[in-house]
């Protein structure tokens, strides 16, 4: 048994949205007359604060009002595509493969991560699930994160963060555990390995990489 605890992160880790979320974001762009960014391109500039990616793409600033605008009309494209979305590959035998106690951590809202982990089977596998109590996100992880720990009881020190960004691995940092970066989500993997923090290319990859921090 490993001492250490383990946080998943859900978009882009667990779930395999990512043709989703760059769907979803240039569905917003859209209304704003905004060109369409690619997968590609998504996960090379992609960062929070979202503000800001989203300033770069439009190629202008972004303030709080209009961002608050172009996020409702994420979520809302995003919602009515999550029918076609799937766990990533190998995310059910990731989880199994833990020995030690996990949580997962949402940046997404709350009262729907909820019944979106029960819908995809994943009840009962977590200690703590946790999503964005705010009306609006798109603003740094690691307070929750923190948040997370301490409704859990656990130490920053014996946590490590299986998640998709830099954000998650700052977080991690910023309580004092770890990240392992997964390629598979909405960074990219040449991103990820140049921050010189641990990199796996599939979940499983990252659970034994985890147990060896």
Not at 23 to 39: E, M, P
Not at 144 to 173: P, T
């Amino acid at each position: 048994m490993t001492s250490k605890h383990l946080v998943w992160d859900w978009n882009g880790t667990l779930l395999d949205d990512l043709h989703l979320v760059v769907s979803s974001t240039n569905t917003a762009f859209a209304t704003v007359g905004g060109r369409d960014v690619d997968a590609d391109e998504h996960r090379r500039a992609f960062r929070r604060p979202v503000a800001e990616f989203y300033a770069e793409m439009l190629g202008r600033a972004v303030d709080h009002e209009e961002f608050g605008r172009l996020d409702r009309i994420f979520h809302d494209a995003y919602r009515l595509g999550l029918t076609d979305v799937s766990l990533a590959a190998d995310a059910m035998t990731a989880i199994r493969t833990w020995p030690g106690g996990q949580s997962l951590l949402s940046m997404w809202f709350h009262s729907e991560l909820i019944p979106a982990v029960e819908g995809y089977g994943l009840a009962g596998l977590f200690a703590r699930v946790d999503g964005l109590r705010a009306e609006l996100g798109g603003g740094f992880k690691a307070a929750h994160l923190a948040a997370h720990l301490d409704e859990l009881g656990v130490a920053g020190r014996d946590v490590v963060l299986i998640g998709d960004s830099l954000d998650d691995a700052d977080a991690a940092e910023a309580v004092g555990g770890c990240a392992v970066l997964y390629t598979g989500g909405f960074t990219h993997p040449a991103r990820l390995r140049e921050s010189g923090r641990p990199v796996a290319d599939t979940l499983v990859e990252a659970v034994k990489t985890a147990m060896s921090l």
